[in-house]
Nanobody, 115 residues
């Protein structure tokens, strides 16, 4: 069973940056397509970005050009670099595999962007 631990969130002003980290334990994630998701207050969890084992990436339109996803397979870790943050990016951010079935969710890391 894989355990996912997200960190790096915080309170930042609009236009600021944060780097989120997702550390996986219990199994290697190097062959998995990994993803970042987010859940804003009162909304459903949504996909933000994905990265394949070879490093190909995908971003939803709302974060294209602002967010970067990367991974370090040796460290069993995935990152989300978030630049030019907007108040609408406020959410709890989670990582997980992109393939079904999803793994158990971690606790997430809260990102709050003030206007």
């Amino acid at each position: 069973q894989v355990q996912l631990m997200e960190s790096g969130g915080g309170l930042v002003p609009a236009g600021g940056s944060l780097r989120l980290t997702c550390a996986a334990a219990g199994r290697t994630i190097s062959i998995n397509v990994m993803a970042w998701y987010r859940q804003a207050p009162g909304k459903e969890r949504e996909l933000v970005a994905t990265i394949t084992s070879s490093g190909s990436t995908y971003f939803v339109d709302s974060v294209k050009g602002r967010f970067t996803i990367s991974r370090d397979n040796a460290k069993n870790t995935v990152y989300l670099q978030m630049n030019s943050l907007k108040p609408e990016d406020t959410a709890v951010y989670y990582c997980n595999t992109f393939s079904l079935p999803l793994w158990g969710w971690g606790q997430g890391t809260r990102v709050t962007v003030s206007s």
